[in-house]
């Protein structure tokens, strides 16, 4: 190659003119843009990264919630259960009648917490009341999703027997004599 100041003949090799100093230019990429490239693969490979964990991680915290409702629907109908054994024992109502009560009158007896007491707690929507025709002796309770396949997957239900029941197709239902009907089972099973 001749050198294009002093039309010096300069090897293949050199990138330097000897007689005159001229420089050959560099092919390829220069360091700032290797730079630049080697960040933006990096930076693609980190945001691709980190969509994959939240793929795997976003299912997982929704599945978690549930779960973790779930179990405090188990939990408020445990609490219920003790509040009606409470407020029959002691008639909280002060009328010489030892009955059962209603969600609200547990609340009012301050026998359970009055965000409970409303009836939604957690996810789940509560119901509580003494059975019309035998208040001294039968009650129930259920905890149903505030929103199925969101809140919970799960129904619940319990009643003077204290064991909770289960069922996955919809709410827990009880007979006249505050038996479970259905296709409902204790939780465990």
């Excluded at 990138?15 to 360091?31: D, E, I, N, V």
């Excluded at 915290?61 to 003790?82: F, V, W």
């Excluded at 007491?117 to 035998?134: E, H, I, L, N």
């Excluded at 129930?140 to 239900?157: I, K, L, M, N, Q």
Aim: with cysteine.
């Amino acid at each position: 190659m001749d050198c294009p100041g002093c039309a010096t003949q300069i090897p293949d090799s050199a990138r330097q003119c000897m007689h005159c100093g001229w420089q050959a230019p560099r092919s390829g990429l220069s360091t700032g843009m290797i730079v630049l490239i080697v960040v933006l693969i990096g930076g693609c490979g980190l945001f691709g990264f980190m969509g994959v964990v939240a793929a795997i991680a976003i299912p997982n915290l929704i599945e978690a919630r549930k779960h973790g409702n779930e179990a405090a629907a188990i939990g408020a109908l445990k609490t219920m259960g003790t509040a009606q054994s409470l407020f029959r024992e002691g008639d909280k109502e002060g009328d010489e009648v030892f009955d059962y009560a209603s969600l609200r009158e547990l609340s009012d007896a301050s026998l359970i917490d009055g965000i409970l007491g409303s009836g939604t707690k957690q996810g789940y929507v509560f119901t509580c009341d003494a059975s019309p025709t035998t208040p001294e002796f039968l009650w129930t309770a259920t905890a149903s999703p505030a929103v199925p396949e969101t809140t919970g997957d799960r129904y619940f239900g319990t009643n003077q027997s204290g064991v909770i029941f289960y069922s996955l197709s919809g709410p827990v239902q009880f007979d006249a004599e505050g038996e479970v009907t259905g296709d409902a089972v204790p939780v465990g099973w």
